[in-house]
């Protein structure tokens, strides 16, 4: 990877990181328990912030899992005094793409608070521990087992002690995730709303805000709360489309989609998979508009329309061996068994 030396941190700056480069600020003379906060804002490249000190040692290292799009915050806190250097480079080193930069003042950095009377350079152990932990969690959440249940804990644990609110958030949307999986719905439901609230009284990530409605909504509906399950998609939509987001509104659209179809407005089920396919069309989200296919002939059926339910469910199958997507193709084929095992019946186009 090629170095390029930009200089001092901007209050407030945009960048491109062309391929095989990252890029090094100057954080400058930090003396003993003085704090920085940058934020990086990722904008279709998957960055890796570090914190170098003299002779290039790397002290900290930050790369949440949250994809190429959000914000990465760096939070350091010298553990002696000296020079300091922040490096920005891609996940992959084949990645290029644009991100933003600014340097976050926060007086608490500045005056760091004692951490059960630990050492400044213990808050750089419990970052590094705490992003240990999501990794081996990532790692293993094929399996939702008990023993990546506890990774998350402990990491939900180690950055509240931390004080970092969207690291703790990002966290806490995991862990809600895997609770989900495992179906402890109603501890997935307060590990989400408390990722929220954290989210919400900073006025961060408006993205992670959206993806983690469209969690809670499932968590709720789920649980036994239909209605409240649809209030968090019809606002994950909202946002979504104030903020630009197109998949999360996609997301949003096909939750209502399966919500509509539980509660029995077919018609309007309908409607908005096809709204949502759209979207996914637009985006290139091929796996997205496979399951989003599948679901629509499935209701196609329910209605009988088992001619167009073919169609469908047969443009899903082809999108899916055609991708290779990791969806079982046997769901597909099963259901356009059960609609062929049903097409002697009659048919209305749904205009």
């Known amino acids: 990877m090629q170095r390029r030396s930009v200089g001092e941190i901007p209050e407030r700056s945009d960048a491109f990181l062309e391929k095989g480069e990252f890029h090094e600020y100057e954080l400058g003379n930090m003396a003993e328990a003085d704090g920085v ?120 644990a180690l950055w509240r002690l931390v004080g970092e609110a969207f690291p703790l958030a990002v966290t806490l949307k995991q862990a809600g995730w895997l609770a989900f999986q495992r179906g402890h719905l109603e501890t997935a439901i307060a590990f989400f709303d408390e990722s929220l609230a954290l989210l919400r009284r900073d006025s961060l990530a408006p993205t992670q805000i959206a993806s983690i409605l469209n969690l809670a909504g499932n968590a709720r509906h789920l649980a036994g709360e239909p209605e409240r399950g649809r209030a968090s998609f019809e606002e994950a939509r909202a946002v979504s489309r104030q903020t630009g987001y197109r998949r999360g509104e996609a997301a949003a659209i096909s939750n209502l989609a399966l919500w509509e179809t539980s509660t029995g407005d077919l018609y309007r089920a309908v409607e908005l998979y096809r709204e949502a396919l759209a979207i996914h069309r637009e985006l290139g989200l091929r796996a997205q508009e496979a399951r989003g296919l599948n679901g629509l002939g499935k209701t196609l059926t329910q209605l009988g329309l088992y001619e167009q339910a073919i169609d469908v469910l047969r443009d899903a199958l082809e999108i899916r061996r055609q991708d290779a997507l990791p969806e079982p193709l046997a769901s597909t084929w099963a259901a356009i068994g059960w609609v062929e095992h049903l097409s002697g019946r009659g048919e209305d186009a749904i205009k």
């Open 37 to 156: 906060h940058i934020v990086l804002e990722q904008k279709g490249v998957d960055l890796v912030g570090q914190v170098v000190g003299e002779n290039d040692t790397i002290l900290l290292s930050v790369d949440l899992p949250i994809g190429t799009f959000g914000f990465e915050h760096v939070c350091f806190v010298a553990p002696d005094s000296g020079r300091y250097r922040l490096r920005v480079g891609p996940w992959s080193a084949e990645a290029s793409g644009p991100y933003g930069i600014r340097r976050q003042e926060r007086a608490v950095l500045s005056q760091p608070r004692p951490l059960e009377d630990a050492v400044s350079s213990e808050r750089i152990r419990h970052c590094e521990a705490a992003l240990r932990a999501l990794a081996v969690a990532e790692e293993r959440q094929d399996e939702p087992s008990a023993q990546v249940a506890s990774f998350y804990e402990e990491a939900v």
